[in-house]
């Protein structure tokens, strides 16, 4: 289930225009490894966050988001 979210929320990147901007952040539970997604429209350009959840100390590592071209 949490993989079908993260496909969507990347999906949502894929697809978001350049007058509305998202950031999913990706948390993940440190013991149980379970993943999930929280998805935010925000001004500035598209990000991809992947956090440890609440109340871990670690900070978000940003991952690189891959555009298609338009034509």
Known sequence: MSVL???I???LLACAGTAQATTVIVYVEPMTME???RVYDTPGPDRL??????P???GCTELPIK???RR
């Open 5 to 7: 979210r993260i496909a």
């Open 9 to 11: 929320a990347a999906g």
């Open 35 to 37: 993943r999930y997604t």
């Open 67 to 69: 555009k298609a071209a």
């Open 56 to 58: 871990a100390e670690a």
């Open 49 to 54: 966050l992947l956090c440890m959840a609440p």
